[in-house]
């Protein structure tokens, strides 16, 4: 079965930073891209940043140039470095992958995770 959990979120003063950390098992996901969404409060899921199994690597425009996403393939984990902060940035953050290789057999199905929060006070 495969589960994405997500971790590091918490609470956190404006202009600070978080790093989230995304594990997945259950299959082998270095074929697949790897991304992070959120959802605020009465808002719909957004993409935040995207990376493919080559490394390249796509940022919303609204957090170009603070967020980074990365990945470690032999840890099945994707990262995601959050600096500079805003309560703007306040919303569940979910990892997701676009397939997964589960039992030699490969699948192209959305996984996500449950999500971790991330609370930006001002």
């Known amino acids: 079965q495969v589960q994405l959990v997500e971790s590091g979120g918490g609470l956190v003063q404006a202009g600070g930073s978080l790093r989230l950390s995304c594990v997945a098992s259950?299959?082998?996901?270095?074929?697949?891209?790897m991304g992070w969404f959120r959802q605020a409060p009465g808002k719909q899921r957004e993409l935040v940043a995207v990376?493919?199994?080559?490394?390249?690597?796509n940022y919303a425009d609204f957090v170009k140039g603070r967020f980074t996403i990365s990945r470690d393939n032999a840890k099945n984990t994707v990262y995601l470095q959050m600096n500079s902060l805003s309560p703007e940035d306040t919303a569940v953050y979910y990892c997701?992958?676009?397939?997964?290789?589960?039992?030699?057999?490969?699948?192209?199905?959305?996984?996500w995770g449950k999500g971790t929060l991330v609370t930006v006070s001002s």
């Open positions: 259950g299959g082998i996901f270095s074929f697949n891209a």
């Open positions: 990376i493919t199994s080559g490394g390249r690597t």
């Open positions: 997701n992958t676009d397939g997964a290789v589960v039992g030699g057999i490969r699948y192209a199905i959305n996984y």
